[in-house]
Every structure is written in structure tokens, then in C-alpha cells.
């Protein structure tokens, strides 16, 4: 036992041979990823299979399993794949094979099943060993001609055995059930197509090998152009992606034909809804048709979720109404709701809008990685299909030759018949005899001494010289077809039509489930505030600059607690769907949704976490923003400028710098323009009036003079209508009014001294 485990060479270190790390890494990851890449993950152009699917479909015609013959168990399909071409874990056999049957995962399903393959929500096909397999009609299309040396075979893995390289494809399989992987450096994602649009896209590029990608899609444009004329809409060319699941495609043309360009782009898909009338006013919403690749149990369990959480104010309940076709039904709020604003908050925030892309890297020729427009597949699947032809064609050739002697050598026997019986009868070497007396070749004679005697009667001549005839016929078409790259083009057009003719759009199978749509208008705000649920809060700003949001209209400011050393700066009542503006002393705009403000259990957040706030800036003031004021902003040196609110309000946690101060000056007041005059008071208890007009209104600067001051700067400042006149409030709560007349004094040009206060004017310097 002990000499077994010794290393060989005895055990030194003489047989350990040293690799260059980096080498060898580099070398063995690229052998990894490039067997990824050629033997997993990418599908081959000429007939949109990745290794695993086509050695499904290679094993199960093995097995006979023909559209019209009977079923045999998944699980002895599972192991003839596994055990004779494939040797990877059963499993991931049986899940690809699961998928080729299911009618939601792929457009034109390659595998009939009969059990239980899974489900659109998402649950599981049964085991193997429960489940039933045969191919479809479009799989046998794929196969066709695999017995005529259509396509070559390579040795599997442990070479007793044969596999085909890449199957005939009489199908346009690629991008009909489209495909998705991912490699090592680069992945694939085509979604399914309508097969009769890209056969009629195929014919147009038979017809016009110069057409362009634009030439072979069908605009909306033309779409429009053609209603009214089915027959014309029969002949419609590839519009767009054609989802197993229905759905809407709610893209611009131009992005669409752009994505056909190039190879890479995506589409938006929506699920398809109506509005139902429930009598009394009310209505619901019916989902029929839910985006490709999205698990309907999880989707409604989502919305669910979102519900709870109170994400989706207009929605009251989601109910799931399914049977084999899908219902799902969305109650709103209230009849008030608006269902367009409801959908576009349920697309914004769950999987019934999806983005797919759309990147067409495929195994070129079978051999090179490349992304490829829709005109290059198309042509490469072309080009395929003349292969096969050229390929079946001369292995049909070589039969009828073969047979054709054959039937020669008989002819020859038939025009002397008793002598041949006379030769076999007499002679030792009788294949000798007459090959060297009629010139026969080796086949021939053979074929004269295997024929039995019931062939001797006179209407087995007559056949064989039919079929002759029909043979030399058949060769001459064949050898005209491989003389005549026309003929050859003109052979496959004709299969294409066939094709169509089967996958038309006026067959059941073959009509358009994927609509196509522009996406409703609605204003993003619209639709941001239909997503949150409106509740009054009480909006609390403390000293130190910590925000949070109280539920209700909080009036008794007493109420509220605030850290050690920290007071009530201002509270003001708000909705939840209000934006919350917050001016710094250093002049900036902050923008915060109400909805996200820290609710009012402990003491809110330091507004530099919600955004992003300079350290050596405080807050002057916040309030409920409404776009149709104008605001005054004043600096602590005297300088300042109207803006309008709409103008301020910031996208990003940077906030919007309006006013421009440079330190020691920083921002001290901002309040809404009312009246026509404004009345400011600086620390030197001196006040000046005049009127707003001589402020200029801007969205961004530093400002004009308003008063002037010999040292210390702004108290206070308030606008009004001069009419009303003037008021302010005292110490005692009294509230003071001054009218035009009384005003004369103090009334002068911006930018002026100011005198000073009139009696009865607040000790604080402020109007209260």
C-alpha cells in the first residue's frame, strides 16, 4: 500500500515541473472561456441552437419521436442525450428540454409535452420520470435532410458515436424563439420573432441582396399605409420582436431600426390592459398580458408588497383571476383615480414594464463570435439553407447514379435473358463471364445475379424502364439545379414560401401576439406623486439643522422634543406629496420630498445626511414649495434679488446654487413676494420702504444694494401692499399698523440709509 502512494521517481523533488504562473493562467482561461463560448453559451447562426438543444433534438429523432408517433418518457430521452452526446449533469438536460416545450418561454415550441412542464408563475415542470416527449412540426423542419449529408457530423465526446455540427434548419429558428446566455466577455439576448415576418423579410432579401435593414422592417407608417388590405398585411416584414406572452412594445421606430442596425439595443415591453366597467361608476383594471420572461406569482406578489408598504396610493387591491389565460385585476382607490396615471405608476415601479435587450452575438458561420444585424443573420441563414440544398442535392445525385446502374445492368439482363440464364446455368464464373461480355461493372452484374425469378416477368421491364426514365429526368434537374446559382436561389425561395405558407400569419400559430404602441404622455411629476400616498405631516426643523416629518397637523410646537442643546428653529404643516425647500446661509437650494423625510419617533436626521450640505453652512429657513410664487432673497450685507420659486428647485442631493455670497456675507433671509413694497430693517434699528420694482427679478446672482449700513447688516425685511400699509407685531402680541402717510418718512430709494424705526416698533428689530 505504502509504495503506491510514493510519488513516482521515489519521491524527489526531479519530476516537479515548474510553470510559469501567469502562462499557464492565462492559457487554461482562455481555453475555458473560449470552449464557453463555442460549446455553451452562444447559439449558432445558421440554426439558432446551442449545443445542448440540438443534441436533444438529435437524440429524440434517434428515437423516432416524429410529431405523429407516440410519446416515450423524458427521462430516456434525458439519458440518451447524457449518456451518448452530452456528458453534463441530467438536470440541466431535462430543464432545457423543459423549456423547449413551453409555450410561454418559446414562440414556436420545438418539444410537445403531455404532464405537468411548468407554469407561467413560475412553478416547476414534474420530475423525468413523470413527463412525455416528441418533437414539433418546426422541430422536424430543422432536422430536415439530416439523413442526405446536409450538414456535417463530428465525433461525441467519447467518439463512439456521431453528432451533427449544426442541424439543416429549414426554419428560422435564431431569431423566431430568439436566444440568451451568457459566455466568458460577452453574452447573447434575442428575443423571439414572428416567423411569416422574417420568411417574407428572407423573400425580399432573396429577391434584393442590396436591401438594407430599413428595407426588410415594416414601419408603423407602412403598417397604417396597409389597413384595410389583409392581403398586404400578409406580407408584412419584421417589425419588431413577437413575445410567446403578448404584451405592447412601446418604443420609437427610429430606436427599434436602430437596434436592427447595429445589433445591440432593447425594447421596452408592457403588459396589456383594459378597463372594465363595473357599474355605478366604478372600474377596474384587467391585466391579459404580462411582459416576456416575468413570473406572474411573483409579479402579483410584488404589487402586493408595494401595496402594503403604501408605494401605491391609487391602488386599493390586486386580485389574481387566472385560469389557463391570464387575468389579473387591479381595483383602484376610488373612480376619481385616473387609470392611465395608476398604469405608469405600476410600470415605474414593478416587472409589468420590462426592458429587453437586444444583443445579437452569435457563432458566426459556427466558428467566429461576431454581433450581427438582422440583415446579416438573415443572409447567413440563407446561405445556410443553400448549402444544405447544394449538399442534399448531390447526395441525391450520387443515389439515383448509383441506382441508375444498377437499373442499366438489368435492362442489359432483361434484353438477354436466355442467354443470362444460359450463362449462370453452364458457366463456373458466371459474373466473369458477363461482365466481359456486355461490359458490366461489378455492381451491375451483382445486381444480375442477386434479382429472383419472379422478376423475370415481363411487367417488371416495364417498371424498371420507367423508373429509369424518371431517374435520368430527376439527374438532369439535379446536375441544371448545381449548374445554376440562380436556380439554386430560385430552389430556396421556394422553400421559404412553403415555409410561410405552414407559419402564415393568418394560421393560428403563426399570427402576431406582440403589439406595438407609443407610450402614453404624462407628466413625470404626475406620475412621481401618484406614488406616494398623500398624509398631512408636520414638517420640524430644529436649530442644529435635524428634520423630520410628524404625522397630522401638529399645531402645540410644545409638544416636540429635541436633543440636548437643541431648539425648535421653525415647524410648518405640509402633505407628503409636497417637495420641502430648504435655503442655506450659503445661498443653495436643497429639494426634499416630504415622503422622505425621517418619520417623527426620536429626533430626524441631520440634513446633511439627506443631503449633501457644506459643513460651515446653516439652514435659513425651509418650506412647502408651490411653483407659482416669487421669492425675495436678501443677504446679511444688504443685497438681494426676486427669483421665481420654479427656478429653484434642485434635482440632485448637490442642491441648486441661487445666491451668490462670498464670506463673510452669507444668505440671511428668503420670504414669498407679496403687495408691492418692501419694508427692511438692519441691525442698526434703521428702516427703509420702497418699492419691489426697483428689485430686479433673476434666477441666479448676486443681487442689487437694498440698504446701505456702515456696520452690521440685515434684521429683518417684509413685503406689502402699500394700500394695507405696513403692520408688525409686538413682545405683547399687539399688532401694529402704519398707512402711507405715516410711512412718508421712511419711504425712500433702494439702496438708502433708512431712518431710524418708528415708535412702537418691536425691540428685536423683527416685524414679528
Same mark, same amino acid.
Not at 458477363?434 to 434479382?451: F, K
Not at 415481363?458 to 435520368?472: A, G, H, V, Y
Not at 394560421?507 to 412621481?528: K, L, M, N, Y
Not at 414649495?625 to 446679511?636: A, G, I, M
Given at each position: 500500500?505504502?509504495?503506491?502512494?510514493?510519488?513516482?521517481?521515489?519521491?524527489?523533488?526531479?519530476?516537479?515541473?515548474?510553470?510559469?504562473?501567469?502562462?499557464?493562467?492565462?492559457?487554461?482561461?482562455?481555453?475555458?472561456?473560449?470552449?464557453?463560448?463555442?460549446?455553451?453559451?452562444?447559439?449558432?447562426?445558421?440554426?439558432?441552437?446551442?449545443?445542448?438543444?440540438?443534441?436533444?433534438?438529435?437524440?429524440?429523432?434517434?428515437?423516432?419521436?416524429?410529431?405523429?408517433?407516440?410519446?416515450?418518457?423524458?427521462?430516456?430521452?434525458?439519458?440518451?442525450?447524457?449518456?451518448?452526446?452530452?456528458?453534463?449533469?441530467?438536470?440541466?438536460?431535462?430543464?432545457?428540454?423543459?423549456?423547449?416545450?413551453?409555450?410561454?418561454?418559446?414562440?414556436?415550441?420545438?418539444?410537445?409535452?403531455?404532464?405537468?412542464?411548468?407554469?407561467?408563475?413560475?412553478?416547476?415542470?414534474?420530475?423525468?420520470?413523470?413527463?412525455?416527449?416528441?418533437?414539433?412540426?418546426?422541430?422536424?423542419?430543422?432536422?430536415?435532410?439530416?439523413?442526405?449529408?446536409?450538414?456535417?457530423?463530428?465525433?461525441?465526446?467519447?467518439?463512439?458515436?456521431?453528432?451533427?455540427?449544426?442541424?439543416?434548419?429549414?426554419?428560422?429558428?435564431?431569431?423566431?424563439?430568439?436566444?440568451?446566455?451568457?459566455?466568458?466577455?460577452?453574452?447573447?439576448?434575442?428575443?423571439?420573432?414572428?416567423?411569416?415576418?422574417?420568411?417574407?423579410?428572407?423573400?425580399?432579401?432573396?429577391?434584393?441582396?442590396?436591401?438594407?435593414?430599413?428595407?426588410?422592417?415594416?414601419?408603423?407608417?407602412?403598417?397604417?399605409?396597409?389597413?384595410?388590405?389583409?392581403?398586404?398585411?400578409?406580407?408584412?416584414?419584421?417589425?419588431?420582436?413577437?413575445?410567446?406572452?403578448?404584451?405592447?412594445?412601446?418604443?420609437?421606430?427610429?430606436?427599434?431600426?436602430?437596434?436592427?442596425?447595429?445589433?445591440?439595443?432593447?425594447?421596452?415591453?408592457?403588459?396589456?390592459?383594459?378597463?372594465?366597467?363595473?357599474?355605478?361608476?366604478?372600474?377596474?383594471?384587467?391585466?391579459?398580458?404580462?411582459?416576456?420572461?416575468?413570473?406572474?406569482?411573483?409579479?402579483?406578489?410584488?404589487?402586493?408588497?408595494?401595496?402594503?408598504?403604501?408605494?401605491?396610493?391609487?391602488?386599493?387591491?390586486?386580485?389574481?383571476?387566472?385560469?389557463?389565460?391570464?387575468?389579473?385585476?387591479?381595483?383602484?382607490?376610488?373612480?376619481?383615480?385616473?387609470?392611465?396615471?395608476?398604469?405608469?405608476?405600476?410600470?415605474?415601479?414593478?416587472?409589468?414594464?420590462?426592458?429587453?435587450?437586444?444583443?445579437?452575438?452569435?457563432?458566426?458561420?459556427?466558428?467566429?463570435?461576431?454581433?450581427?444585424?438582422?440583415?446579416?443573420?438573415?443572409?447567413?441563414?440563407?446561405?445556410?439553407?443553400?448549402?444544405?440544398?447544394?449538399?442534399?442535392?448531390?447526395?441525391?445525385?450520387?443515389?439515383?447514379?448509383?441506382?441508375?446502374?444498377?437499373?442499366?445492368?438489368?435492362?442489359? &439482363?432483361?434484353?438477354?435473358?436466355? *442467354?443470362? @440464364?444460359?450463362?449462370?446455368?453452364? /458457366?463456373? +464464373? =458466371?459474373?466473369? !463471364?458477363?461482365?466481359?461480355?456486355?461490359?458490366?461493372?461489378?455492381?451491375?452484374?451483382?445486381?444480375?445475379?442477386?434479382?429472383?425469378?419472379?422478376?423475370?416477368?415481363?411487367?417488371?421491364?416495364?417498371?424498371?424502364?420507367?423508373?429509369?426514365?424518371?431517374?435520368?429526368?430527376?439527374?438532369?434537374?439535379?446536375?441544371?439545379?448545381?449548374?445554376?446559382?440562380?436556380?439554386?436561389?430560385?430552389?430556396?425561395?421556394?422553400?421559404?414560401?412553403?415555409?410561410?405558407?405552414?407559419?402564415?400569419?393568418?394560421?393560428?400559430?403563426?399570427?402576431?401576439?406582440?403589439?406595438?404602441?407609443? &407610450?402614453?404622455?404624462?407628466?413625470? *411629476?404626475? @406620475?412621481?406623486?401618484?406614488?406616494? /400616498?398623500? +398624509? =398631512?405631516?408636520? !414638517?420640524?426643523?430644529?436649530?442644529?439643522?435635524?428634520?423630520?416629518?410628524?404625522?397630522?397637523?401638529?399645531?402645540?410646537?410644545?409638544?416636540?422634543?429635541?436633543?440636548?442643546?437643541?431648539?425648535?428653529?421653525?415647524?410648518?404643516?405640509?402633505?407628503?406629496?409636497?417637495?420641502?425647500?430648504?435655503?442655506?446661509?450659503?445661498?443653495?437650494?436643497?429639494?426634499?420630498?416630504?415622503?422622505?423625510?425621517?418619520?417623527?419617533?426620536?429626533?430626524?436626521?441631520?440634513?446633511?445626511?439627506?443631503?449633501?450640505?457644506?459643513?460651515?453652512?446653516?439652514?435659513?429657513?425651509?418650506?412647502?414649495?408651490?411653483?407659482?410664487?416669487?421669492?425675495?432673497?436678501?443677504?446679511?450685507?444688504?443685497?438681494?434679488?426676486?427669483?421665481?420659486?420654479?427656478?429653484?428647485?434642485?434635482?440632485?442631493?448637490?442642491?441648486?446654487?441661487?445666491?451668490?455670497?462670498?464670506?463673510?456675507?452669507?444668505?440671511?433671509?428668503?420670504?414669498?413676494?407679496?403687495?408691492?413694497?418692501?419694508?427692511?430693517?438692519?441691525?442698526?434699528?434703521?428702516?427703509?420702504?420702497?418699492?419691489?420694482?426697483?428689485?430686479?427679478?433673476?434666477?441666479?446672482?448676486?443681487?442689487?444694494?437694498?440698504?446701505?449700513?456702515?456696520?452690521?447688516?440685515?434684521?429683518?425685511?417684509?413685503?406689502?401692499?402699500?394700500?394695507?400699509?405696513?403692520?408688525?407685531?409686538?413682545?405683547?402680541?399687539?399688532?401694529?399698523?402704519?398707512?402711507?402717510?405715516?410711512?412718508?418718512?421712511?419711504?425712500?430709494?433702494?439702496?438708502?440709509?433708512?431712518?431710524?424705526?418708528?415708535?412702537?416698533?418691536?425691540?428685536?428689530?423683527?416685524?414679528?
Amino acid at each position: 500500500m505504502g509504495k503506491a502512494l510514493v510519488p513516482p521517481g521515489g519521491g524527489s523533488d526531479d519530476n516537479i515541473e515548474p510553470v510559469d504562473l501567469k502562462a499557464a493562467l492565462e492559457e487554461r482561461y482562455l481555453a475555458y472561456a473560449l470552449s464557453t463560448i463555442m460549446h455553451r453559451a452562444l447559439p449558432d447562426v445558421r440554426d439558432g441552437l446551442k449545443p445542448v438543444h440540438r443534441r436533444i433534438m438529435h437524440a429524440m429523432r434517434l428515437l423516432r419521436l416524429n410529431p405523429e408517433q407516440g410519446f416515450a418518457k423524458c427521462a430516456r430521452i434525458v439519458g440518451e442525450v447524457m449518456g451518448k452526446f452530452h456528458p453534463h449533469g441530467d438536470q440541466s438536460i431535462y430543464d432545457a428540454l423543459v423549456r423547449l416545450a413551453q409555450d410561454f418561454s418559446v414562440r414556436y415550441p420545438l418539444v410537445d409535452g403531455q404532464g405537468n412542464f411548468g407554469n407561467i408563475d413560475g412553478d416547476n415542470a414534474a420530475a423525468m420520470r413523470y413527463t412525455e416527449a416528441r418533437m414539433t412540426d418546426v422541430a422536424t423542419a430543422l432536422l430536415e435532410g439530416i439523413t442526405e449529408d446536409a450538414v456535417d457530423f463530428r465525433p461525441t465526446y467519447n467518439e463512439e458515436d456521431e453528432e451533427p455540427v449544426v442541424l439543416p434548419g429549414a426554419f428560422p429558428n435564431l431569431l423566431a424563439n430568439g436566444s440568451s446566455g451568457i459566455a466568458v466577455g460577452m453574452a447573447t439576448s434575442i428575443p423571439p420573432h414572428n416567423a411569416a415576418e422574417l420568411c417574407n423579410a428572407a423573400i425580399h432579401l432573396i429577391d434584393h441582396p442590396d436591401a438594407t435593414v430599413a428595407d426588410l422592417m415594416t414601419s408603423p407608417g407602412q403598417w397604417e399605409a396597409m389597413a384595410g388590405d389583409a392581403a398586404a398585411r400578409l406580407g408584412c416584414k419584421v417589425r419588431g420582436p413577437d413575445f410567446p406572452t403578448g404584451g405592447t412594445v412601446v418604443d420609437d421606430w427610429s430606436a427599434i431600426l436602430s437596434a436592427y442596425e447595429t445589433g445591440r439595443g432593447g425594447f421596452r415591453v408592457r403588459a396589456r390592459w383594459t378597463q372594465e366597467d363595473q357599474g355605478r361608476g366604478t372600474w377596474t383594471i384587467v391585466v391579459t398580458e404580462i411582459p416576456y420572461g416575468v413570473q406572474k406569482a411573483r409579479l402579483i406578489e410584488k404589487i402586493a408588497e408595494l401595496l402594503i408598504a403604501r408605494k401605491l396610493p391609487l391602488l386599493e387591491d390586486i386580485r389574481d383571476e387566472s385560469a389557463e389565460d391570464i387575468r389579473v385585476v387591479l381595483v383602484p382607490k376610488s373612480r376619481t383615480v385616473d387609470p392611465g396615471l395608476l398604469m405608469e405608476s405600476l410600470f415605474k415601479l414593478t416587472e409589468l414594464e420590462i426592458r429587453f435587450p437586444l444583443n445579437m452575438n452569435v457563432l458566426s458561420r459556427g466558428k467566429v463570435p461576431n454581433v450581427l444585424s438582422l440583415k446579416a443573420v438573415l443572409r447567413e441563414w440563407l446561405d445556410h439553407r443553400k448549402d444544405v440544398l447544394v449538399r442534399r442535392s448531390r447526395h441525391r445525385l450520387a443515389e439515383i447514379e448509383k441506382r441508375l446502374e444498377i437499373l442499366g445492368g438489368l435492362l442489359v &439482363a432483361y434484353l438477354n435473358i436466355d *442467354e443470362v @440464364i444460359r450463362i449462370i446455368r453452364e /458457366e463456373d +464464373e =458466371p459474373k466473369q !463471364v458477363m461482365m466481359a461480355r456486355w461490359s458490366l461493372t461489378d455492381v451491375q452484374a451483382e445486381a444480375i445475379l442477386n434479382m429472383r425469378l419472379r422478376a423475370l416477368r415481363k411487367l417488371e421491364e416495364i417498371e424498371i424502364r420507367k423508373e429509369f426514365d424518371e431517374l435520368s429526368k430527376e439527374k438532369a434537374s439535379i446536375l441544371a439545379l448545381l449548374g445554376s446559382e440562380a436556380t439554386q436561389w430560385k430552389t430556396v425561395r421556394w422553400e421559404v414560401v412553403n415555409l410561410l405558407k405552414k407559419f402564415g400569419l393568418d394560421t393560428e400559430i403563426g399570427s402576431r401576439r406582440t403589439r406595438f404602441d407609443s &407610450a402614453p404622455d404624462h407628466d413625470v *411629476e404626475d @406620475i412621481q406623486q401618484a406614488m406616494i /400616498e398623500k +398624509e =398631512p405631516v408636520t !414638517v420640524v426643523v430644529s436649530e442644529k439643522g435635524w428634520l423630520r416629518a410628524m404625522k397630522g397637523h401638529i399645531s402645540d410646537h410644545s409638544l416636540f422634543t429635541f436633543k440636548e442643546g437643541d431648539a425648535l428653529k421653525l415647524a410648518f404643516p405640509a402633505q407628503t406629496t409636497d417637495k420641502i425647500l430648504v435655503f442655506t446661509t450659503g445661498g443653495k437650494f436643497y429639494t426634499i420630498g416630504a415622503d422622505r423625510l425621517p418619520g417623527g419617533r426620536g429626533h430626524g436626521e441631520p440634513i446633511r445626511i439627506i443631503v449633501d450640505m457644506e459643513n460651515d453652512q446653516d439652514i435659513v429657513t425651509a418650506f412647502v414649495h408651490d411653483p407659482k410664487r416669487r421669492l425675495l432673497l436678501v443677504s446679511h450685507q444688504g443685497n438681494g434679488f426676486i427669483v421665481p420659486e420654479a427656478e429653484v428647485v434642485a434635482n440632485t442631493r448637490k442642491g441648486k446654487q441661487v445666491m451668490n455670497v462670498k464670506a463673510p456675507d452669507e444668505a440671511a433671509r428668503c420670504l414669498p413676494v407679496a403687495g408691492d413694497h418692501l419694508a427692511i430693517v438692519g441691525d442698526n434699528r434703521k428702516m427703509l420702504v420702497f418699492p419691489l420694482a426697483e428689485i430686479p427679478e433673476m434666477a441666479r446672482g448676486k443681487g442689487v444694494r437694498l440698504q446701505k449700513y456702515k456696520d452690521g447688516g440685515v434684521l429683518d425685511a417684509k413685503t406689502f401692499a402699500m394700500e394695507t400699509g405696513l403692520t408688525w407685531q409686538d413682545s405683547a402680541d399687539r399688532v401694529f399698523t402704519r398707512s402711507r402717510t405715516e410711512l412718508a418718512e421712511w419711504i425712500g430709494d433702494r439702496a438708502a440709509a433708512g431712518r431710524m424705526v418708528p415708535k412702537g416698533f418691536p425691540r428685536t428689530g423683527k416685524f414679528g
